[in-house]
Each structure stands twice: as C-alpha cells, then as structure tokens.
C-alpha cells in the first residue's frame, strides 16, 4: 500500500520503517531540511536499537524515501498518517498546532480520497479538529468532504525497544467513524496492519474517541502503578519492610501483575509526564478534577528528590566539598533521551548543595551536554562543576559516592572490589534498586537503595 508519514521524528520513523518492512511504499515528511538530509546521507537522528539497520534496508530497497516536498507527501499515501509532535503547552494541555498545521497541508493538496491517520497522541476530540481543519481547505476547491476519512490510531511504542514493540505490538487500536467514509477507512486499516495480526488477531476497533482515551488510559495507569509503588517504597523505608518482596507478593496476583512496579527515581520521558498532564487538562476543560492523575504527578515530583533527600540524611545539607559519581543519564537504558530525565534533577541539587558531580552515561552523552547548558543557563559557575567522563569506572575516582539513576546493562554487575578502590567511601545511592542489600553489606559497601531494607 502507498503510505505516507508526516513528521520524521520519533514515532514517524520508527512507524514509516516498520510499515516500509512489511513491503509497503513509505513517504516520510519533515519540514526540517536538516533531518531530511541527514536522513538521506544514510544518517538516523535519533538513537533506537535496530531502526538504522531497517532504514537502510528499506531505503536500498526503494521502499522509504525522505523529503520536505509537501505536495509530493500528499499525493503518495492513499493513508496519511500525521505523527508530528505535540509538545505541552504552559498549562500542560498538548499542543496542537503541528497536528491542525499538517491536517491543512492535506487538505491544500490531496486531490483523490486519503485516509488520514492521528498516530500522534492527541486528546480525545483532535480527530473532529483535524477533519474540520481538512473539509475547510476541501470546501474552498470545491471538494467533497467524504475524500477524507479522519482515523485514531494511537502508538504504544516503548523507546529502547520501539521497532520490537511495532512490529510485535501486544494490540493495535483502531478508531474510526461509522459513515461510508469511516467504513472504508477501516477496511483500509485493516489490510496496511494484516500483516501483524498473522498469528492471532490484536487489532481493537472502536469508535475513534475512545481509541484516543485507550492511549491517555494506559499511560496514565502505568505513570500511577510506579507512583504508587514509589510511595510504597518510601513507605518501606521507614516501617522496615522490603518493597521488592512486596512486589513480588502482589505482582503474583494476575489481577495486578508483575510489569511496572518498580520503584525508584520517578518516571521520565516524553510521554508519561507529558500524557499524565494532557489528561488531567482534559477532564479540567469537562469540568472534572482528575484527582489521581494530580497526586501522581506530584508524587512524581516529589520522587525525583529521593536520591537528594537521601544523601543529604547521610551528608547533611552543605554538600561543599564533595564529589558524585552518577552512573546514568538518559530517563531509561537504550536511549539518548533526556527529557524530563531525574538526572537533570538529582545533578542540579546536589550542584545547587556545593557538590561536584562527575557524570557517565552509554549513549545520552551528547544529548546530556546540551541539556546541562540549558539546565545551568542561569548558574555558569554550577555548569562547571558538572563533569563528564567516558567510562563508568572513570567516574569514581576519589569520589565520596556513587549516586546510580539509570539501570543501564552495564552497571548491573561491576567489579565492586575495584569499584571500592576507586570510590574516596564506599558508599552506593541506587536510584533503580540494582543490586541486593545484603550482597553489598557481604562485600562491605555501604548501601541505600529505594524500599530495599538494609
Ligand atoms: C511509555 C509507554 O510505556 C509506551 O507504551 C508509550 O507509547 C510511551 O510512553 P517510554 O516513555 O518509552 O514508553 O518508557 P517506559 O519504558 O514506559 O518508561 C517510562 C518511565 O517509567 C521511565 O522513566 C522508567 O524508568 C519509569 N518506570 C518504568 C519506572 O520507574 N518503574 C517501572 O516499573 C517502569
């Protein structure tokens, strides 16, 4: 099928290249020339396990093309799927204005019936928006408005294992409207996801708001299960107990299940605090106070803090003096993601106490230089005292503790005796909750984990 992807960013790559894999031809937009030519030149700009390899296979096999050509985007994809970003506004509801902007261009160009696909996450309602904003531009050249047929199809992709979650997803959820056009819409659907449903069905068809809803309802459940189990975890500080005996005593429950429990330094990313927020504002605009998902934001908030809180219990609040090392950067292992990242948190606080911080992370390095100058753009002075080393063993020499954020792969089993020498105390902070207690006290390492009893 000839399908097109407005917006080369991260769901529209990872959606055009897996869509391209299955034998379809893929357009993919971006108004951003730089990310088009970069992608051209065999580039990727962003970092995703496997979507390189995909692209090139597809792009060589004249299956993906990459362009800023509006009007040629148009006229490819019998589907247009729009996956442009929708950043949060000043009051956390989502930004729409890339979504009404691409609606437009469709309607401007499009000349025969086009299926047009929101795979962005949209509040529930956008899909009527950006029909409206397509029949306005339709009308004024006289065009039938039943050419377009407005498609929610929202994406569950997790970053770090988005190509597996989209060619392996555990559903696919398709709203569409009960017209003709809508009806068509769907048989269209239908025959572009085939392909993934070969073995047993996982495609959910419902009417296209509640396929909205699904997307906010799931991410706002999973960000509550992980604010729930951080309070949990506090919780278990305090009392004695242990909250990874207490998640594998409830994660038995198949009612509850075992995935998302586990506490640490607060969710990140672009979609959790984003989605929690954009559902909240929703429920605000009908007039309903959404009171969980505010106690989990703020729960998330106050989270970000723990590793801080902790060290300044063992260290008192005047952190002068005193160097960190932080293993880990990006919000979660296998990407280079660092929005809304606790590190930018944790290393602006310990800064803000006096502290030098000497900071390792696999892949975020990059991304992380750039966010430290934004994070330290009023504190120069702050932005040196944050260091950057690449290797994590590096990161310890003479340093008073290691503050661990991210669970990446290679932290997970360290040659402690070498990691004593190096660190000035032996002293651990593990924000992910890495290693066991009472391993650490066999080997003589001082250990605060998050809930773990020591
Ligand atoms: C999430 C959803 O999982 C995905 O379905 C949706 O499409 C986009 O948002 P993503 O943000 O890529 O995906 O990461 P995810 O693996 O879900 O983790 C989100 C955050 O929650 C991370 O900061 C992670 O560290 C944290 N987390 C996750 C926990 O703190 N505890 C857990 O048990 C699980």
């Known amino acids: 099928m000839k399908v097109t992807i407005i917006g080369s960013g991260y769901v529209g790559l990872v959606t055009g290249a897996c869509l391209a894999e299955q034998g379809n031809s893929v357009f993919c937009l971006d108004l951003d020339p730089k990310k088009i030519e970069i992608l051209n030149s065999g580039g990727v700009p962003i970092y995703e396990p496997g979507l390189k390899e995909m692209i090139d296979r597809n792009r060589a096999a004249g299956r993906l093309q990459f362009s800023t050509d509006i009007a040629a985007s148009v006229a490819h994809g019998d589907i247009q799927f729009i996956a442009v ?12 204005q890339y979504v009404v902007a691409a609606a437009r261009n469709i309607g401007r160009h499009m000349t025969t019936a086009k299926v047009i696909v929101d ?25 039938s408005p039943e050419l377009c047929s407005v498609v929610s199809n929202p994406e ?36 572009l996801y085939a392909p ?18 699904t997307k906010y309802a799931a991410n706002a459940m999973l960000a509550t299960r992980i604010s729930f189990m951080n309070e949990l975890a506090n919780l278990a500080d305090l009392v004695g107990a242990d909250i990874e005996a207490v998640r594998q005593g409830i994660g038995s429950d198949s009612r509850i299940g075992y995935g998302f429990l586990y506490s640490g330094t607060g969710y990140g990313g672009s979609c959790f605090p984003k989605d929690v927020s954009a559902l909240s ?11 969980i998902l505010e106690a989990v934001e703020s729960v998330n908030e106050t989270q970000k803090m723990i590793l801080v809180e902790k060290i300044e219990k063992r260290f008192g609040s005047d952190l002068t003096n005193m160097k960190f090392a932080i293993w880990g950067l990006a919000f979660k292992p296998n990407t280079d993601d660092m929005r809304e990242a606790p590190s930018r948190v944790i290393i602006r606080e310990l800064v803000k106490r006096g502290a030098q911080v000497v900071s390792y992370d696999p892949v975020a390095m990059e991304e992380a230089k750039h966010c430290f100058e ?27 503790a290691l503050v661990i954020v991210t669970e990446w792969k290679a932290f997970r089993s360290p040659d402690f005796d070498l990691l004593m ?18 391993a650490m006290r066999e080997v003589g390492i001082e250990y605060h984990g998050i809930g773990r009893h020591n």
């Open 196 to 213: 993934f449903n070969r073995h047993h069905e996982r495609t959910y068809y419902m009417d296209v708001k509640s396929a909205e809803l």
């Open 156 to 191: 569950f992709l997790k970053e770090g294992a988005a190509v597996d979650d989209f060619m392996r997803p555990d559903r696919i959820v398709i709203g569409t409207s009960s017209d003709p056009a809508g009806l068509r819409a769907k048989e269209q659907m239908r025959k």
């Open 421 to 438: 020498q190096k660190l000035k105390r032996a002293i651990i902070f593990d924000g992910r909750n890495l290693y066991e207690p009472s």
């Open 85 to 96: 970003g929708t950043p949060p506004d000043e009051d956390g509801s989502a930004d729409l």
């Open 374 to 400: 934004i994070d330290f753009k009023d504190n120069p002075e702050g932005l040196k005292k944050v260091a950057m080393v690449q290797d994590h063993m590096a990161a310890l020499d003479g340093c008073d």
């Open 119 to 143: 795979k962005s996450t949209v509040p529930v309602g956008t899909a009527d928006k950006v029909a409206e904003a397509i029949i306005k531009e339709l009308s004024m050249r006289d065009l």
């Open 281 to 291: 504002k929703t429920a605000m605009e009908y007039g309903r106070d959404l009171k």
